[in-house]
């Protein structure tokens, strides 16, 4: 006995329709990640703790802390990153025409602060970035001010493809 039809065959207009709203689907639902613990120093600076993400948000939730006695501050800075590849070769570069950052600083010895910040990384890309990006991960620094240079420790969060 023959199967009826219903024009899903390969090639068929309602299949390719059904295939690429299927993979527009996947584009934007990468799963979430579960929270994820971070330590960091640098000379002066001290940050931890945990990130997690659902689709293109990030939620940080952290805490920075100036462990030197010498009237500077210590501070960390979240900048979302995105991944574009040129001609084969990968290059990572900040979202946003001027390269969003989100800072925060702590003064005077032993001094904490704490606080959850939450980054939609597609709110954060202008129009070329929507077009360029194909994987994003965040860049998390601890980082000690100076007069004459920023002491700074770095971490990075595994690459999600977009």
Not at 56 to 61: G, L, M
Not at 87 to 115: H, P, R
Not at 116 to 138: G, P, Q, Y
């Given at each position: ?10 090639g ?6 059904v ?13 979430a ?49 995105i ?12 979202v ?7 800072q ?21 890309m ?37």
């Amino acid at each position: 006995m023959k199967m009826p039809t219903i024009g899903l065959r390969a090639g068929s207009r309602l299949f390719g329709a059904v295939a690429a709203s299927s993979a527009a689907m996947f584009v934007f639902a990468t799963p979430a990640q579960a929270a994820t613990g971070f330590s960091t120093y640098a000379t002066g600076a001290h940050g931890w703790g945990t990130y997690s993400r659902s689709y293109q948000t990030y939620t940080v939730d952290y805490l920075i802390k100036d462990t030197l006695k010498d009237g500077d501050c210590a501070y960390i800075a979240i900048r979302p990153q995105i991944r574009e590849t040129i001609f084969g070769i990968d290059n990572w570069n900040s979202v946003g025409t001027w390269g969003y950052e989100y800072q925060d600083k702590v003064c005077g010895y032993l001094n904490i602060d704490a606080k959850v910040v939450r980054i939609n990384v597609w709110d954060k890309m202008n129009s070329f970035d929507h077009l360029r990006a194909n994987a994003m991960r965040l860049y998390i620094r601890v980082c000690r001010a100076d007069a004459w240079a920023d002491t700074c420790s770095g971490f990075v969060t595994p690459v999600v493809s977009l």
